[in-house]
């Protein structure tokens, strides 16, 4: 059971577009909601992340948009630059008692043409 | 940057043989990670650890096992290896308590 969906699965944006990746989930027991970049041959690092008692986080051009009754949310890349090309995944935890346990999407392959 | 360290980067090795896949962390995390990643795939977690002699099965099903002696050395081990395990293994690590997990590069695993 797929419990974080993300779309698209590619895109492919001109530089200083905006690039939008957005993320669905099911489990209503998720409360912290990262977003990962991945480069090629590199672990994922965390980009920026929110917490559901917020509706928007910015981190320089970076935003996530958060709606919990709809039960998504989505990353925004202002002014997107070629050096932002990379693979994104959203995930979702729950803090359990001992630490927490990521779920993640599918992945969004980012190209940033110049 | 996280200073979690995997080796081998890559590894091309013979059905049936056994390998073990390195992973270390020099800061104090007890919390380890193992996901497996097919490439440009979603991560899937196969094992974890909230600390020394503790571990546990993760969401995807996996041959591999897992050991954790010390804080900082959580290595996976596959005893047979087959062409379905095939696959990039990353691990992570986290402080107690936080949500943020920082992630090694990775072991580029080829079964031929």
């Known amino acids: 059971q797929q419990q974080v969906k993300q779309s698209p699965q590619s895109l492919i944006v001109q530089k200083g577009g905006i690039s939008i990746i957005n993320c669905a989930y099911e489990?209503?027991?998720?409360?912290?909601f990262p977003w990962y970049q991945q480069f090629p041959g590199k672990g994922p690092a965390l980009l920026i992340a929110?917490?559901?008692?917020?509706s928007e986080k910015k981190e320089g051009r970076f935003t996530i948009s958060f709606n919990k009754s709809a039960k998504q949310f989505s990353l925004h890349i202002m002014d997107s630059q070629p050096g932002d090309s990379a693979t994104y995944f959203c995930a979702a935890s729950t803090m359990e008692t001992s630490g927490s346990r990521l779920t993640f999407g599918e992945g969004t392959q980012l190209t940033v043409n110049p | 940057e996280a200073d979690i360290y995997q080796t081998p980067r890559y590894l091309v090795i013979g059905t049936g043989k056994k390998i073990t896949l390195e992973c270390s962390q020099t800061?104090?995390?007890?919390?380890m990670y193992w996901y497996q990643q097919d490439p440009g795939m979603e991560l899937h977690l196969i094992h974890y650890?909230?600390?020394?002699?503790?571990?546990e099965k993760g969401d995807l099903s996996s041959e591999s096992t897992v050991s954790r002696i010390r804080t900082e050395h959580f290595p996976l081990t596959l005893e047979s290896a087959r062409p379905s395990h095939t696959s990039q293994y990353l691990c992570a690590s986290s402080e107690s308590l936080s949500w943020t997990q920082y992630f090694g590069p990775g072991t580029r695993l080829l079964v031929l």
């Open positions: 650890s909230y600390g020394v002699n503790s571990t």
């Open positions: 929110i917490r559901p008692d917020v």
């Open positions: 489990n209503t027991a998720f409360d912290y």
């Open positions: 800061m104090g995390h007890d919390k």
